[in-house]
């Protein structure tokens, strides 16, 4: 039933069902399906059916692809898609299109923090239902019975991780995870701290002076870098991009690459000829 659950109805109502399941084993020992062993009373039936939580195919996979944020423009944010950005070389390009950490970071940005605290706070949950599982069995059976939940609860502090990491958080983390998850976040953080979307700012752009092209560039790049980082979906890098290649051409050229249907009449206008 919890493998339905989690498939058909979502990680909420899985929760749900490890919480029952929980208050069974804790207050329903002895009545609880399967039944203990006829001659010494161990639960290996109930050991081999719970082992079915950590199915691959209906469990740890679907918890891989659960969506954690999402955008309309690049859609659903998964534990799965964020290892592919953290490690692109163990990506398979044909299995989900590649998505970088920069825009994990925006479209965590995008969401709404209430609603990743509540998804955070269902997977601790999960968590902690399948530590409470373990528990009963071994203090009802003892310490050769416990339930091996180890890959599941991995995959959930994962989940729990990945939040804390990219859904801007006030908790603490639960495990250590890939060091170079930890160095794109701290770049991202220190990035956040100068310039945060729709927040409080240390910059101010009336100290900038500008004295050649190349501060220009700098400026275009920096501004590339803020809409990577905070508004992925936004068109505007498109504009910024193209207006950063006319940085170090002349006037002709510049009206040969945006309008060069109408670069003879400007040099008729001009009284320029190809001469010149």
């Keep these: 039933m919890a493998q339905s659950a989690l498939n058909t109805e979502g990680i909420v109502k ?20 399967p039944e203990l062993d ?5 639960p290996l039936e109930r050991i081999s ?31 799965q898609l964020i ?32 609603e990743t605290t509540a998804l955070f706070q269902v997977i601790n949950q999960c968590i902690a239902h399948l ?37 801007n958080l006030q908790v603490e983390v639960i495990t250590t995870t890939d060091e170079s998850t930890d160095s794109e976040l ?12 729709g927040g409080s700012t240390n910059f101010n752009s009336a100290e900038m002076k500008l004295t050649s092209r190349q501060d ?5 790049d920096l501004i590339l870098t803020y809409y990577q980082e905070f508004e992925p979906s936004s068109p505007v890098p498109i504009l910024i991009s193209r207006a950063n290649k ?19 009449q400007v040099k008729t206008l001009g009284g320029i000829s190809d001469s010149d």
């Design 14 to 33: 899985f929760e749900q069902c490890l919480n029952g399941l929980s208050q069974l084993v804790k207050t329903k020992w002895q009545d609880v399906y």
């Design 246 to 264: 006319l940085v170090n051409l002349d006037f002709l050229d510049i009206v040969k690459d945006i309008f060069p249907d109408a670069l003879a």
């Design 83 to 114: 290892d592919k950005a953290v490690n692109p070389s163990d990506a398979n390009k044909e299995d989900t299109p590649e998505i970088e950490i920069s825009q994990i970071i925006g479209i965590f940005k995008e969401a709404k923090v209430e």
């Design 131 to 167: 530590k409470e599982i373990n528990q009963t069995f071994i203090e009802q059976a003892g310490n050769e019975y416990n339930v091996d939940f180890d890959i599941l609860i991995a995959e959930f502090n994962s989940v729990s991780n990945a939040l804390k990491k990219y859904g």
């Design 216 to 220: 220009v560039e700098r400026c275009f």
């Design 49 to 79: 059916a719970l082992g079915h939580l950590s199915d691959k195919s209906f469990v740890l996979n679907t918890i891989r692809t659960l969506p954690l944020a999402t955008s309309k423009i690049l859609g659903n944010v998964s534990l």
């Design 38 to 42: 006829e001659d010494d009373g161990d």
């Design 186 to 197: 701290s770049d991202n953080q220190q990035i956040e701290g100068a310039a945060p979307s």
